[in-house]
């Protein structure tokens, strides 16, 4: 499965940073928008989704809340940590999968 960086939309008005896209920036009213890239952040909480209605026996999925570099804020699934879960304040990379997934690994 291929991935590329993830890619944050920053208002060209205001500089709101936000993920995923919206049509008008929720800061400003501004449709004005630019790409960055966010290849890294910080993770801001964790979770841990064990069941799943429909997905009975396909293992718990992690995922993180994190503050971007950029400024937005995104929900990123986490490698399955082998070390356990990923701490508040912990620094991650960022990526995107084909399916629109975005995957969070520790730095
Ligand atoms: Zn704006």
């Keep these: 499965m291929s991935e590329t960086t993830l890619t944050i ?15 008008r920036c929720p800061r400003c009213g501004a449709a004005d928008w630019r790409d960055e890239d966010a290849p ?8 841990v989704v064990r069941h ?3 997905a009975l026996g396909a293992g718990d ?8 570099d950029a400024g937005a ?12 879960p ?6 991650v990379l960022l990526t995107i999968d084909n399916a629109k997934r975005v995957l969070a690994r520790p730095r």
């Design 9 to 23: 939309f920053r208002c060209r008005a205001c500089g709101e940073a936000l993920f995923p896209a919206r049509y």
């Design 40 to 47: 890294s952040g910080v993770t801001e909480e964790s979770t």
């Design 52 to 54: 799943r209605v429909g």
């Design 61 to 68: 999925i992690h995922l993180a809340t994190v503050r971007t």
């Design 73 to 84: 804020v995104v929900i990123a699934r986490l490698d399955a940590p082998a070390s356990g």
């Design 86 to 91: 990923v701490r508040a304040g912990e620094p």
